[in-house]
Every structure is written in structure tokens, then in C-alpha cells.
């Protein structure tokens, strides 16, 4: 028997490896599974050489547990190793120094163990002591038994195995139960070992036994991967129903089937294969991120591509395999890695090329599936400069009748009619058919097209077309009144006098309802006989800002702010006409001695203003100020007793009060008991 301790630098590399490790424990599943199957790779190798003569026979690897004795034990029938072999690649491990070690590598157990070389001692993370049989594929060789139990001693000495190969015998410690577990086991050894290029084997299938009433194993190995995964097979030889059934495979909890897919396969200037798939996004994309699983050499990696892949495809979901991405690596080396980059590149293109193939192939498919892909092209215009340059010729705009354009065909469609007398071109759009209707409407007898922007970025995308594509202005279509949204002509003038437009909108303006985080402003506009009486439209600026901050960090504040909103009047419409002439018969006798003496305090209060002009504010004095204040105090209380009066006799007319109603309710805004008191009162009104 040799005795000895493990050549490391520090004096006891093992609570160090426990403790920076433990937020990864679980990967030294891998690392025994890697090195089972590495060893039995290398045996086929060497046969297919010539240089092992033998019988390869059954290369399974194999994982096996046993709770009583509380071990976990990996098998393998590969290369095996002589008592010499396990000296050297066992008990030699070359530290550059504790200190560095913990400063540099404290967070990551993948970065420890792949920067030095520490796969076999992840075993120590989970067991109190390991055990290693091995016998090499040599002939002759003498199997051997190496032990540790945690600390830098070990102990080897001749042990008996009757075949070739290697065991590792990890007695899991107390703080480790849970890989005693087997569905524990069987979960990992799916997530990391699912791919792996030799069959792995833990335990035995089972089957419903009806004398015993339970499940009983059968003679059957549970082989728990694919080792021929199809990223791996020929594109040529695969059909469309041999890609959906991978999906599913990967993905057994997704209802629907992905909309296409792309088969990655390249050897220069690095290597790279892989599947990826457009799924269906439902509505969130942040619950739609990460599904992509990142392997090397079929041995998983990771499935947190953020940094590995650009932002917009961490939408997709499949599956990336490139023995140039190191298998145990820290996301931060991912992520400035060249070979990575050069992937991310590569990946981008690649489907870029994909969606124009389609495009260009097949259009009535693309447009087909436009609805679900959108949110994967905007996403990528939205974060990758080089993706705008690339999407522009595919992307598409679809209209509120469903017709689908490319941006430059949709400029082509509406320049004649959508120019306004700037000679800037106007995209009306709309984000619901149904509740922006009679909207929509008035556009399209105006002879203008409207979009429908009903998606998730839809608005961050308006935003940046504006600024891509020239002289260009996105509006929804009720941000304003449609002259307003494509000003063609000076605006018509009002054929009232300023009295009267000021009395017709505090009529409106007093019997607004109070309407929580929500503000109106009434204005008086000649729209013509036949628009609408009354119209409530809303910023188009304001609008779009809350809905940014919505996507936008250090936006919030938006969100707080009220909504804003504009009652149009229409003085053209003769419904607004009689409100008019009803209220001047109804108001006249009470305001005149109103108006009078308010006319008498704003000629006042204009005269003094005149004066106190001519002065610098500090040669004011006091007496200036107060008469200053006197008189603008005089002329507010006569406007309020003039507005009262007119507020008295709007709450008690009707056709105001439905008016306001019909506008509110045109826009989904009337709600709750201001919807009853409307119904109420339009059955009364027609009877």
C-alpha cells in the first residue's frame, strides 16, 4: 500500500473546494459523468487505431446509488488507469497560490474547475470520502484502489476488478442527502448528460407489476440520453417531423409547435452546430428568455446564453454545440471570449439569412406567420444596429384590414395622401381595431391607410422608425382630430367670437366627470357639419411616454403622471349650435350685469397693467402691487360668478350631458354609475 498526500500548494485543498464550490455543487455530476465518458471515448479511439486489439463489448456508462450505504458510484468501461496513471493525474494538482485562487475564482465553480483542471475534485463538494477502482486497458495491468477522505492524504494499493475500466465511488456526506435522492439524480443526469455522445445508464426501466401492486425493474438499462442527438445528423436526412419531435423533446412542457427552425452547421473558422427554434411568444418576453442550452461536445453547459448569444435570440429556443466554447467556463469568460463572439456573429447572420430565404421563397407563409415573428424581428431592430440593417427588407407592417407591407412599399402606398403641407410623411396607426373604430373610420374616408400596432413593441419600434426612416411621423389615429394629424391646410377659423367659445366650453368643461389620474381639456375647433360633435383625443407625446416607461428604466415617472386628454367641440355640428343658443336664451338676463362689470374690471385691470409696464418691477411700490393685485382678484371673482352661472345651467342640460357621455363612451371611459345614469337618460330622451 503507497501512502501520500496530494501535491497542492495550500494545506488542505478540500473546505476551500466545499466552500467557493457549494453554490454549484451539483455540476460534479457532470465532471464524473465528462470523465466516464471521455475514458470510454478514448477506448474507442485506440480500437479504432488498432492500437487495442480486444473486445470493446458494452461502453455504457453507468450510475448507480445505494442509500443505504449512502454511496453514488459512476462506471465506466474505458481506458482504465495503472497505479502510475493515478499518481499523475490524480494526486498532481498544481496550485499558483491560494490567495489568488480565492480572490479570482470565489464565485464561479465552473471557472475553478475548468481553469485548473479540477474536474474529479468537484467529487468533493458532495462526498466525505472517494473511492477510485480502476484497471487499465493494458494487458496485464493490475487494477488499483486510490481513497481520499478529504483531506490531502490518500492512500493507494492493488485491488481486484475483473474487467477494464474505472469506478468512482463518491460516500456522499451528511450535509449532501439530497443526491441520495434518485429522482434528484435522474434530473440531473437529464440536464446535463442528456446529449452525451456514450450511453448512460442509471439503474433499470421500470414496469407496473399487478401481483406486487408497485413498479418493479425490469432486466431493461434506464439509458437516460440520446447519443446521436439531431444536431448532430446530416440536415439532408432529417424531415420536418423529426425536428418537432426534438422540440418536443426539449421542450415536453410547451403546448405549441415552434413556427420554423434553423440547422446550424459550420467548421470555419470555428465549429459550431445546433438547432435553433422560433417558438410562439405568448406575452411576456422575459418569461420567454434563456431556453436556449448551450453544450460542448454534447456535454451541457449552460442554458444562460444572455452575453453568448445577442439579446433578441435569447428568444429563441434549441439548442448550441461548439467544442470552441470551453466546458467550464464563468459566464464573464463567455462573454468576452473571441471564439464566442465570433459565434453570436455568426448566429445572427444566419438567421437573418433564414427569415429573407423565406421571405423571399414563400411570402404568403411569411406573412402567415408574421403576428408571432414580429416580436422577434422588432426585438432585434430594437437592440442590434446591425439587425436593423439586415430586418429592414423583411420586415413588415401590417394594416387594420391585414395587409402586409415592407416599410418601403408602405412609404410607396401613402405618400400621395399622407404628406402634410411640411412635406412630412404620416403613419397613423391604431392599437385596437375595435375600440379606435369610428377612429379608424373617419381616417379611411379621409382616403388614409392606418397600421395596426397591436403588439408588445410596437411603440418603442414607431419610435425608432422615426428616427431611421426620413421626414417621418408615427400618430395614433385618435391623437388628435384627423386635420390636426395631417395638416394639409391652415385650419379653418371658428365662426364665433371669442365670448361664445369661451361660454361653449365651460358649459362642457363644468360637467366633466372627475375621473381618477385622468385630466380634460375642452377646446372649441370647426371640424364641419358632418364630423362628430363632440371628440376626445389624446397626446400622442404623453401617450407614448407611458408606454416606454413601461420598457425603459429611469422612465418612470411617466407613468404617474395623469393621462391628458382633449374634448374637441365641433361649432360646425348643430347639435354644439343649439347647445349654444340654448344656453345664451337660457344665461343672457343673468350674465349681463356679469359681463358688464367684468368687462369695466378687465379694461381696469389692462390699464394698470399699461402703466406698471413702463416701470422696472423694482421701482413698483407696494401700493402698485396691491392695486395690481385688487383688480386681477376683482376681474377672477367676476369670471367665476359668470362661470357658475353657466355650470347651473349645464347640470340641468341633457343633450350636454350626452354629449360628453357619447364621447367618453366612445373611448371605453365611461364606466360604473356614470354608464347607468347614460342609459337611464337615453331611454328618457327617446321616448
Not at 603 to 615: C, E, G, N, P
Request: net charge negative; hydrophobic share 35%; with cysteine.
Amino acid at each position: 500500500m503507497q501512502k501520500g498526500n496530494i501535491g497542492v500548494t495550500t494545506e488542505n485543498i478540500f473546505p476551500v473546494i466545499k466552500k467557493f464550490l457549494y453554490s454549484d455543487h451539483e455540476i460534479f455530476l457532470r465532471e464524473m459523468v465528462s470523465n466516464a465518458v471521455d475514458a470510454t471515448q478514448k477506448m474507442k479511439t485506440l480500437a479504432d487505431k488498432g492500437d487495442f486489439k480486444g473486445e470493446l463489448g458494452d461502453l455504457t456508462v453507468r450510475v448507480s446509488l445505494d442509500e443505504k450505504a449512502k454511496t453514488l458510484t459512476f462506471s465506466d468501461r474505458g481506458i482504465g488507469m495503472t497505479a502510475e496513471e493515478v499518481d499523475k493525474y490524480i494526486n498532481q494538482i498544481a496550485f499558483s497560490g491560494v490567495t489568488d485562487f480565492l480572490d479570482k475564482y470565489k464565485d464561479s465553480a465552473n471557472a475553478i474547475i475548468g481553469h485548473f483542471g479540477l474536474g474529479f475534485y468537484s467529487a468533493f463538494m458532495v462526498s466525505e470520502k472517494v473511492e477510485i477502482v480502476t484497471k487499465s486497458h493494458q494487458e496485464g495491468a493490475q487494477a488499483v484502489r486510490w481513497s481520499c477522505d478529504g483531506s490531502p492524504e490518500f492512500t493507494i494499493e492493488d485491488a481486484e476488478k475483473a474487467e477494464r475500466g474505472t469506478d468512482i465511488i463518491l460516500h456522499i456526506a451528511d450535509d449532501c442527502k439530497e443526491f441520495l435522492e434518485k429522482q434528484r439524480i435522474e434530473s440531473l443526469l437529464n440536464k446535463y448528460c442528456k446529449f452525451m455522445a456514450v450511453p448512460i445508464a442509471f439503474g433499470k426501466k421500470q414496469e407496473w407489476s399487478s401481483e406486487e401492486k408497485k413498479m418493479v425493474d425490469t432486466a431493461e438499462d434506464n439509458v437516460i440520453n440520446s447519443v446521436e442527438p439531431l444536431w448532430t445528423k446530416t440536415p439532408s436526412t432529417l424531415k420536418d417531423e423529426d425536428y418537432k419531435s426534438f422540440y418536443r423533446t426539449l421542450y415536453p412542457m410547451q403546448m405549441d409547435e415552434p413556427l420554423f427552425w434553423i440547422h446550424l452547421n459550420v467548421d470555419y473558422p470555428f465549429n459550431l452546430t445546433g438547432i435553433l427554434y422560433f417558438p410562439r411568444i405568448q406575452s411576456n418576453i422575459d418569461l420567454q428568455k434563456n431556453k436556449i442550452q448551450l453544450y460542448c461536445n454534447q456535454v451541457f453547459v449552460t442554458d444562460q446564453v444572455e452575453g453568448i448569444v445577442p439579446e433578441f435570440l435569447t428568444l429563441l429556443h434549441g439548442v448550441i454545440d461548439s467544442p470552441d466554447i470551453p466546458l467550464n467556463v464563468s459566464r464573464s469568460y463567455l462573454q468576452s471570449d473571441a471564439n464566442v463572439k465570433k459565434i453570436s456573429t455568426y448566429i445572427t447572420k444566419k438567421v437573418a439569412d433564414r427569415l429573407k430565404s423565406i421571405f423571399s421563397e414563400n411570402r404568403k407563409e411569411y406573412e402567415e406567420k408574421w403576428d408571432d415573428l414580429k416580436i422577434f424581428i422588432n426585438y432585434g431592430m430594437l437592440t442590434q444596429e446591425d439587425f436593423y440593417d439586415r430586418a429592414k427588407d423583411f420586415a413588415l407592417l401590417k394594416d387594420v384590414d391585414g395587409k402586409y407591407f415592407t416599410f418601403d412599399e408602405y412609404k410607396t402606398l401613402i405618400k400621395g395622401e399622407q404628406t402634410d403641407k411640411d412635406g412630412t410623411l404620416v403613419y397613423l396607426y391604431a392599437n385596437n381595431k375595435e375600440e379606435e373604430y369610428s377612429y379608424i373610420e373617419t381616417a379611411k374616408q379621409r382616403g388614409y391607410s392606418v397600421l395596426l400596432f397591436d403588439g408588445q413593441l410596437d411603440t418603442p419600434v414607431a419610435q425608432m422608425l422615426e428616427q431611421k426612416l426620413e421626414k417621418s411621423r408615427f400618430t395614433r389615429v385618435d391623437g388628435d382630430i384627423i386635420d390636426r394629424l395631417i395638416v394639409k391646410e391652415d385650419a379653418k377659423k371658428i365662426e364665433l367670437s371669442d365670448e361664445q367659445t369661451d361660454s361653449l366650453s365651460q358649459v362642457f368643461k363644468s360637467q366633466m366627470p372627475k375621473i381618477e389620474k385622468t385630466e380634460f381639456n375642452v377646446e372649441v375647433q370647426s371640424l364641419g357639419e358632418q364630423a362628430q360633435p363632440v371628440v376626445i383625443t389624446q397626446s400622442e407625446y404623453m401617450r407614448r411616454m407611458k408606454d416606454m416607461s413601461r420598457f425603459q428604466s429611469g422612465m418612470g415617472f411617466y407613468a404617474q403622471m395623469p393621462d391628458m386628454y382633449s374634448m374637441v367641440l365641433n361649432a360646425d355640428h348643430e347639435l354644439v349650435k343649439k347647445v349654444l343658443a340654448d344656453t345664451e336664451n337660457a344665461t343672457s338676463e343673468a350674465l349681463k350685469p356679469i359681463l358688464a362689470e367684468l368687462k369695466g374690471q378687465e379694461a381696469r385691470l389692462a390699464a394698470i397693467r399699461q402703466a406698471q409696464d413702463k416701470k422696472k418691477y423694482d421701482e413698483l411700490t407696494q401700493e402698485d402691487k396691491d392695486q395690481k393685485a385688487e383688480a386681477e382678484k376683482a376681474v377672477n371673482e367676476q369670471k367665476d360668478k359668470k362661470n357658475g352661472v353657466l355650470a347651473d345651467y349645464a347640470a340641468g342640460n341633457s343633450v350636454v350631458h350626452q354629449l360628453i357621455d357619447l364621447a367618453l363612451l366612445q373611448n371605453g371611459m365611461l364606466k360604473g354609475a356614470a354608464l347607468d345614469a347614460f342609459l337611464k337618460r337615453s331611454v328618457e330622451m327617446i321616448r
